[in-house]
């Protein structure tokens, strides 16, 4: 609880520093403050579970909340950090743009927090209203209004199934607290309206990922929204939308919650669909672009059916998804570093923008180059064992054929992954070579020096959750 309140505390201050004309100081103080909140948050798993009385109904404190909280945060300071130059040309907009980023962060850390579902709904609506506010952010540019409106109906739509589905389980089972729920949910007769709601809020949570097939709103909302926000969608929101999903069908029992054989097949059998559907889907669709925004929506998708793996063996999946969550989100933020840098004056996002970057601009090219490669599960980075991890777990569980697909949709994107590469190193530059700020080189070759060390070093990160 004293990481979220310290987070909106944050929020607040950009707030106060825009009355008496701070500005300046609001992305130092904020990068500052989230490394100070890591740090206490990093040091939370050693003691277990810590739930305060006064809070004991709403928000628990554990290994899982607090290691992907850390992750969160952590990717937060890198997109605030480039933040500070995308919005340097927004003076008096700037604490604006950093409070709702840092609300946003707020919403994520109750997500994966929380003992109600009360304050799931809340954590989730408060980071999609954020999100809703800044793919519209761009007011003269159409492509963000589009993107905006499309996110807005689409998110709306999905909270909606939600809330609905939240209130179909309270409704059977008489409480909002996943505790009793998770108690009661393993009796022998269970309303009819409980398998109903808990499957509303599972689609839900689908469409906050982006998994097939509900999909389709993704590529536009990507390719329009501003290219931070982007960013955002595609590893902070991404990764939190996964791992709340993983808890929801944990606390609810899901894999326990019914006697009937034939359901527990069901759902099993529709993850492995929707498993196989996205990692295909996404690749083959992200071969056909030439959009780099739009062929980064669709790999998303594809790791999203990947992720979603981790739901055939909840017992023991936690540290596999934290650990390919933390990969996959860690090579994003590098490539939009690089995408970021290279496309803001330019009027989209096209591969031929990125034609001769290793010869014009070697270092930001080899950080791109390492994210796609990482992205693409290559060795030595942290993608390969991610995918290793999460394939030898499948299997293990029994499921060859999503692994065969897997690893069949790990080579196809290796294609599209590669034509930006081969744009960069074998294409004729198309401009002189221009300034890069600093922060997108800092940004950029942390993230993937961090990439590439979990990758030599996993229990860095599998050790969070033991």
């Known amino acids: 609880m004293n990481t979220l309140i310290a987070i909106s505390g944050l929020g607040v201050f950009c707030l106060i520093a825009e009355i008496f004309n701070f500005r300046k100081a609001i992305v130092p103080v904020v990068i500052l403050g ?35 909280s850390s992750l969160f945060i952590l990717l937060a300071i890198f997109i605030i950090a480039m933040g500070y130059d995308v919005y340097k040309d927004h003076p008096t907009k700037i604490s604006d743009y950093i409070a709702i980023k840092i609300f946003l962060l707020a919403g994520a850390i109750a997500m994966v927090s929380f003992s109600n579902l009360s304050m799931f709904f809340l954590g989730i609506e ?77 689609i839900g949570m689908l469409f906050k990922i982006a998994a097939v097939p509900f999909h389709f709103w993704a590529p536009d909302v990507y390719e329009g929204s501003p290219t931070l926000v982007t960013t955002t969608m595609s590893t902070l929101v991404k990764v939190v939308a996964v791992a709340t999903l993983y808890k ?53 998708i594809s790791h999203a059916g990947f992720m979603l793996m981790a739901l055939l063996t909840l017992a023991n999946s936690s540290t596999t998804l934290l650990y390919y969550a933390s990969a996959y989100a860690l090579a994003g933020i590098a490539s939009f570093a690089v995408i970021i840098n290279v496309t803001k004056n330019k009027d989209n996002e096209d591969i031929i923008n990125f034609n001769g970057l290793g010869k014009t601009n070697p270092l930001m090219a080899a950080i791109l180059t390492a994210s796609l490669l990482s992205m693409a ?74 990439n590439i060390i979990i990758g030599l070093y996993p229990s860095l990160v599998t050790n969070l959750l033991k």
């Open 34 to 68: 989230l490394v100070a909140v890591l740090g206490t948050t990093l040091n939370l798993w050693s003691f277990g579970t810590l739930a305060n009385d006064s809070y004991t109904n709403m928000i628990v404190v554990d290994k899982f909340s607090s290691a992907f």
């Open 248 to 300: 929801l069908v944990t606390v609810l029992n899901l894999n326990l919650s019914f006697d009937n054989e034939n359901i527990l097949t069901s759902f099993q059998l529709i993850v492995v669909i929707v498993s196989i559907a996205s990692m295909t889907i996404g690749n083959i669709m992200a071969l056909r672009q030439t959009n780099v925004k739009r062929m980064l929506a669709f790999s998303g």
């Open 126 to 202: 408060t980071l999609s209203i954020a999100l809703y506010i800044l793919a519209g952010s761009s007011r003269l540019d159409i492509k963000s209004n589009e993107a905006g409106m499309k996110y807005f109906l689409m998110g709306s739509f999905a909270s909606g199934i939600i809330l609905f589905g939240i209130c179909l389980i309270y409704g059977a089972m008489g409480s909002f607290d996943v505790r009793e729920i998770s108690e009661a949910s393993v009796s022998a007769e269970l309303p009819v309206w409980f398998p109903i709601g808990v499957v509303l809020v599972v």
């Open 377 to 450: 599960g290559i060795p030595i980075f942290s993608g390969f064992f991610a995918k290793f991890m999460l394939f030898t777990q499948t299997i293990q569980a029994g499921y060859l054929v999503v692994v065969i697909a897997g690893v069949i949709n790990s080579i196809i994107s290796v294609g599209y992954y590669f034509k930006l590469i081969l744009a960069m190193y074998t294409k004729e530059p198309t401009e002189e070579k221009q300034a890069t700020p600093f922060v997108y080189y800092a940004v950029g070759t942390v993230s993937i020096l961090l």
